[in-house]
């Protein structure tokens, strides 16, 4: 009951930034969710619409004594898969490797225990069976070592046969996408990203990997408010109440062990993706560093049809087959169907109905992209939550983005 007080109380303007008047209510809505907690964080929102930026919004802490400010960089979690998938797409556009094309071709060390026939779709996918990083690592700080990674994911065991189920893969995608992509071109991720991302698109942060140079541009989740009381010493601590969503993934009737291998190496609480370490470790499915202009941007080219100021960045019909869904059903680790494309997922909203595609991260940040109506989407944050389905803001935000850009091409929002 609090929060919605907050909400419906919410000081309407708590934003800065430009907004187009044609999406002035979906900053109103961003300002509401986020006023409560200005203190104890920030976020920022960025969208385009046919082919132009029509919010640019942000607001909050950066850190304990900084504000968020326009250039200011976050820490997406799975977003960044997005980013990476996007890569890919336009490697193959370029004639690098191929879809279909044994990974083993490009990277031969890859064709141990049984994984000769796995394919960048298979990958893109989730369907190569390579989920499992709890038992393929002693300790989470393994992860930091980029060749050391690539060496695990070659002689990983996939976890069941090719064809026959589909997994989610947290942290492992981005070592068999970013290692094939390599391999393939013979040159270093963060070169790739440079030469086919950042300097087509022109954008103004995106990393795996961010240089010492940039990390005072990351906005760190703030250290919890102190209470005027501390608890006793008898009394037990209240236990998190679990969102709708954390609900879903226990109804969901996943098997927990699954969950676990995928999503939680070993010494994991000893290591934080938020230390320089992790902010400069290379660990793509995970660790994406972005601004919310340089996410929105990357699929407003997407939103384009692979088309940017005149030049086509990735080629139609490779367009036509990234976006296409690759099968419907539930995998084994998240618990709803998340329609997979080659590396995004279904928009998840409130009832609008989208054919579009994009992704989230365990935060709560997100991106996607609305072909259908020329639209994309980026929201960004540093605040501590944290759900495999994402936050309800997010879901809350892409809701009304879709019902801002119906009010402007058809002249009613509606909410389905």
């Not at 942000?58 to 980013?83: A, F, I, P, R």
Request: glycine share 8%; with cysteine.
């Amino acid at each position: 009951m609090n929060k919605i007080k907050q909400y419906i109380f919410a000081n309407t303007k708590n934003y800065q930034g430009q907004v187009d008047e044609r999406f002035q209510d979906l900053a109103t809505q961003f300002s509401r969710m986020q006023d409560a907690r200005a203190e104890q964080g920030g976020a920022a929102l960025v969208v385009y619409f046919q082919g132009q930026k029509v919010v640019d919004i942000y607001t909050g802490k950066k850190t304990e004594t900084e504000n968020w400010q326009s250039d200011t960089l976050s820490m997406c979690y799975s977003t960044g898969k997005g980013v990476l998938s996007t890569l890919a797409h336009i490697l193959v556009s370029e004639g690098f490797l191929d879809y279909d094309t044994p990974v083993a071709h490009y990277w031969p060390e890859f064709a141990q225990q049984g994984k000769a026939q796995i394919t960048l779709r298979h990958i893109l996918s989730h369907q190569s069976g390579l989920y499992d990083i709890r038992n393929h690592i002693a300790d989470a700080s393994e992860m930091a070592d980029w060749n050391h990674m690539l060496d695990v994911i070659a002689n990983a065991k996939p976890r069941f046969e090719l064809g026959l189920d589909a997994a989610y893969q947290p942290l492992t995608f981005g070592w068999q996408v970013g290692g094939v992509l390599e391999k393939a071109t013979g040159k270093s991720l963060s070169a790739l990203m440079q030469q086919y991302l950042v300097e087509p698109l022109a954008l103004d942060g995106a990393y795996f990997g961010i240089a010492e140079s940039e990390l005072a541009r990351v906005a760190i989740p703030l250290a919890k408010l102190k209470t005027d009381s501390k608890p006793s010493l008898h009394t037990k601590p209240k236990p998190k109440k679990a969102s709708v969503f954390d609900k879903a993934v226990a109804w969901s009737g996943q098997n927990p062990q699954d969950f676990q291998d995928a999503m939680i190496p070993k010494g994991m609480k000893k290591f934080s993706f938020f230390s320089d370490e992790g902010l400069k470790a290379v660990i793509p499915a995970a660790n994406g560093v972005f601004t919310a202009n340089s996410l929105a941007r990357i699929y407003a080219m997407l939103a384009n049809a692979g088309e940017w100021n005149g030049q086509q960045v990735i080629r139609p019909d490779i367009f036509k087959n990234l976006s296409a869904v690759q099968y419907t059903q539930r995998d084994r680790i998240m618990p709803l169907p998340m329609h997979w494309r080659l590396g995004y997922h279904r928009v998840l909203t409130l009832g609008k109905k989208s054919k579009g595609f994009g992704h989230m991260g365990f935060n709560g940040s997100g991106a996607w992209c609305d072909p259908e109506r020329h639209l994309s989407f980026a929201y960004t944050h540093n605040f501590a939550t944290a759900s495999i389905t994402g936050d309800y803001r997010l879901w809350g935000l892409t809701q009304e983005t879709l019902r801002c850009a119906d009010a402007a091409l058809k002249g009613h929002k509606g909410w389905f």
